[in-house]
């Protein structure tokens, strides 16, 4: 069963860059889905950004579009996120997850996404 590792994170000032990865191991990636999630304490967890098989739709949440960007390479079977202009409020864990079932490619729901990583935490300083 494929496993996702979250890395790249950080601590950070605000207005600096952070650039996630989500390597997919034990399996392919290429052909879902992935979507990137956050979770800050006391919240629940919240949808970043999706990008499909081919990288040709991508979609953002209001709060990050025009600062992130999600990006994927299918040849090293990895999906990244490019953090610009990072803000206090995108201070979380960051996870990513995949989508098995077609009906889903466009979800935005968590519940649709399968296959956690472990996250990797995001700090940013005022």
């Known amino acids: 069963q494929v496993q996702l590792v979250e890395s790249g994170g950080g601590t950070v000032q605000t207005g600096d860059s952070l650039r996630l990865s989500c390597a997919g191991s034990?399996?392919?990636?290429?052909?879902?889905?992935v979507g990137w999630f956050r979770q800050a304490p006391g919240h629940e967890r919240d949808f970043v950004a999706r990008?499909?098989?081919?990288?040709?739709?991508?979609q953002y949440a209001d709060a990050v579009k025009g600062r992130f960007t999600i990006s994927r390479d299918n040849a090293k079977n990895t999906v990244n996120l490019q953090m610009n202009s990072l803000k206090p409020e995108d201070a979380a864990v960051y996870y990513c997850?995949?989508?098995?079932?077609?009906?889903?490619?466009?979800?935005?729901?968590?519940?649709?996404?399968?296959?956690w990583g472990q996250g990797t935490q995001v700090t940013v300083s005022s």
């Open positions: 997850a995949v989508v098995w079932f077609d009906a889903y490619r466009t979800s935005t729901n968590p519940d649709d996404y399968t296959n």
């Open positions: 990008i499909n098989d081919d990288g040709s739709d991508t």
């Open positions: 034990r399996g392919s990636i290429s052909r879902r889905t």
